[in-house]
Structures are given as structure tokens and as C-alpha cells.
């Protein structure tokens, strides 16, 4: 499905395409062989952990969107995520008027 959405309908098309996967109980993307090997990008909505939530506040959001894989651009690294707020009344995400600021050591 993912291909024949990505090649057939947004290639002949020209326009982007979205396709959602549900994770296993390990935390891997379902039928992972397959979807990793035709998608462009791959991106994972979730939950903010405890600690996230603590080091970000919750003016930022409860929820992050991670890159997993990306063949079209800049890679992620390991831990960064972006911040969302969830308003489950509409269904809708969006983005906190900015991002929380990370600190690293000095």
C-alpha cells in the first residue's frame, strides 16, 4: 500500500501523501521490511515521557514528533523531538508558540 500510494498516486500526481502505521507491542513499526523500505520519511507521533514533560514543562505539550528514518534530508539525532500540543476535543496538533530549549553540558 505504502507504494502504490508514494509511487502511483504522488508520483503520477506530483503531490504528497501520507500513510500511518501502528507500532507493535515492542514498540517497532508493523510490517517494518516493507514500509521502511518505500517510504521517503518516517516520522512517530507520541507520547512525551515523564521526564520530557519535566525537563520541557507543559506549556510546551505532552506529545512529540520524532523522525525515524528520512531519505529525503537532515537526519534527527538520537533523543531530539518536536514538541506538540494535542487538543483531543478537535483532533488537532499544533506546534507551542516555540520549542523548549534544550541545555547540554558545559
Known amino acids: 500500500r505504502v507504494d502504490l500510494i508514494k509511487n502511483t498516486l504522488c508520483g503520477t500526481y506530483g503531490v504528497a501523501g501520507l500513510a500511518a502505521v ?3 507491542s ?3 513499526i508493523a510490517d517494518s521490511a516493507n514500509v521502511s523500505r518505500f517510504a521517503s520519511t518516517i516520522i512517530m507521533l507520541r507520547d512525551k515521557t515523564e521526564d520530557e514533560i519535566e525537563a520541557d514543562g507543559e506549556e510546551y505539550g505532552m506529545k512529540a514528533v520524532s523522525v525515524y528514518r528520512n531519505r529525503n534530508g537532515e537526519q534527527m539525532s538520537q533523543g531530539d523531538y518536536i514538541s506538540l500540543m494535542f487538543d483531543g476535543n478537535r483532533i488537532m496538533f499544533r506546534e507551542p508558540k516555540c520549542q523548549p530549549v534544550k541545555e547540554g553540558p558545559v
Open 26 to 28: 515492542g514498540g517497532r
Open 22 to 24: 501502528q507500532l507493535t
